[in-house]
């Protein structure tokens, strides 16, 4: 899956000849697939070869392909004929790095910075939580007062999105340079998106669950990569107040009351009972077009309070059961 997040194309003069380069930043997910174009539409009569990290791994001469014989990415690498692009499947985080390709004989050349962040690893991403309608600042750790200094005029800094990096292209919603931002470049943000002056870092107000999903922001320093960063952020709906009830229960026992908690679900929505501050129990699910019930049977003559609890990382709501009403003696 190939995501490219920017291009410039530099030109170069060389022996009074104009040679191109293209420079690229991609970011997959690790066990994502990554396809390299080249944009050759006739391989033949051209060499056309690919590096890592400086190191020769394929190369395509008059349409046929050769791979390096010592290569990190053996059973993974293949080289296409017919353009001369490679396919890398099942990237992993030690991946990370620059992809170089030149083409002879006219001197074409193009650099992939390959950003690989992994699926499990919380060191590889900030996740932020956030209730619908509240706001959330994505930092570029910029130091403001060094940036009011003038020592931030050689940063470049790009801030793109994706709902799945696994399943979908990380598209650009920002950009910051010499303190002169632009954030119209998606219709999903408009009147979202906030940047800060002085140092870039983009604030997402009165967000929505449709903002939910992976937010990267490339940092350059004189054209340099420098210190990438990847925010997940996860878009919360309020959670529903429980409900109980009473219900018949099977039991012999008629000095036990039969009672039902259940709420609306949701994302990550937990429902408990709890019995003063001791939780009895709980239940989930993901299937979010059900609703979530919980029973409980207590004694008639138990004098202990009981309460409800719905739950989500952002918000809970209390239902407190009034034994009197549904637990008559």
């Given at each position: 899956?190939?995501?490219?997040?920017?291009?410039?194309i530099?030109l170069?003069?060389?022996?009074?000849?104009?040679k191109?380069?293209?420079?690229?930043?991609?970011?997959?997910?690790?066990?994502?697939?990554?396809?390299?174009?080249?944009?050759?539409?006739?391989?033949?009569?051209?060499?056309?070869?690919?590096?890592?990290?400086?190191?020769?791994i394929?190369?395509?001469r008059?349409g046929t392909?050769?791979?390096?014989?010592?290569?990190?990415?053996?059973?993974?690498?293949?080289?296409?004929?017919?353009?001369?692009?490679?396919?890398?499947?099942?990237?992993?985080?030690?991946?990370?790095?620059v992809?170089?390709?030149?083409?002879?004989?006219?001197?074409?050349?193009?650099?992939?910075?390959?950003?690989?962040?992994?699926k499990?690893?919380?060191?590889?991403?900030?996740?932020?939580?956030?209730?619908v309608?509240?706001?959330?600042?994505?930092?570029?750790?910029?130091?403001?007062?060094?940036?009011?200094?003038?020592?931030?005029?050689?940063?470049?800094?790009?801030?793109?999105?994706?709902?799945?990096?696994?399943?979908?292209?990380?598209?650009?919603?920002?950009?910051?340079?010499?303190?002169?931002?632009?954030?119209?470049?998606?219709?999903?943000?408009?009147?979202?998106?906030?940047?800060?002056?002085?140092?870039?870092?983009?604030?997402l107000?009165?967000?929505?669950?449709?903002?939910?999903?992976?937010?990267?922001?490339?940092?350059?320093?004189?054209?340099?990569?420098?210190?990438?960063?990847?925010?997940?952020?996860?878009?919360?709906?309020?959670?529903?107040r429980?409900?109980?009830?009473s219900?018949?229960?099977?039991?012999?026992?008629?000095?036990t009351c039969?009672?039902e908690?259940?709420?609306?679900?949701?994302?990550?929505?937990?429902?408990?009972?709890?019995?003063?501050?001791?939780?009895?129990?709980?239940?989930?699910?993901?299937?979010?077009?059900?609703?979530?019930?919980?029973?409980?049977?207590?004694?008639?003559?138990?004098?202990?309070?009981?309460?409800?609890?719905?739950?989500?990382?952002?918000?809970?709501?209390?239902?407190?059961?009034?034994?009197?009403?549904?637990?008559?003696e």
């Amino acid at each position: 899956m190939k995501i490219v997040i920017t291009s410039l194309i530099v030109l170069h003069l060389i022996a009074g000849e104009v040679k191109a380069t293209q420079d690229y930043s991609i970011i997959v997910m690790e066990g994502s697939n990554i396809t390299l174009n080249t944009s050759v539409t006739n391989p033949y009569k051209k060499s056309i070869s690919w590096l890592y990290d400086a190191t020769f791994i394929a190369t395509i001469r008059n349409g046929t392909p050769y791979l390096a014989e010592k290569n990190r990415f053996h059973g993974r690498i293949t080289p296409h004929k017919h353009d001369g692009s490679i396919t890398i499947v099942n990237m992993k985080t030690n991946d990370s790095g620059v992809f170089s390709l030149h083409i002879l004989p006219h001197g074409s050349n193009r650099y992939y910075n390959i950003t690989v962040h992994g699926k499990n690893s919380h060191d590889d991403f900030e996740k932020r939580r956030v209730k619908v309608g509240e706001a959330t600042t994505l930092d570029t750790y910029l130091d403001t007062d060094l940036c009011n200094e003038t020592q931030c005029q050689d940063y470049d800094l790009q801030w793109t999105y994706s709902r799945d990096p696994v399943k979908q292209k990380f598209t650009r919603i920002a950009h910051w340079q010499n303190n002169i931002s632009k954030t119209d470049y998606n219709n999903r943000f408009k009147d979202t998106l906030q940047m800060d002056l002085r140092n870039g870092s983009l604030t997402l107000r009165n967000i929505t669950t449709n903002h939910s999903g992976y937010y990267h922001l490339e940092k350059l320093k004189a054209r340099q990569p420098e210190n990438n960063s990847l925010y997940e952020v996860i878009v919360y709906d309020e959670v529903s107040r429980p409900s109980i009830h009473s219900f018949l229960s099977l039991s012999a026992d008629t000095d036990t009351c039969s009672v039902e908690c259940s709420v609306e679900n949701g994302r990550d929505v937990t429902l408990s009972w709890y019995r003063g501050e001791e939780r009895l129990n709980q239940t989930r699910s993901p299937d979010l077009s059900r609703v979530l019930s919980l029973p409980l049977e207590i004694k008639n003559q138990d004098g202990d309070s009981y309460s409800c609890v719905a739950e989500n990382p952002v918000s809970n709501k209390t239902a407190n059961l009034n034994k009197t009403e549904l637990c008559p003696e």
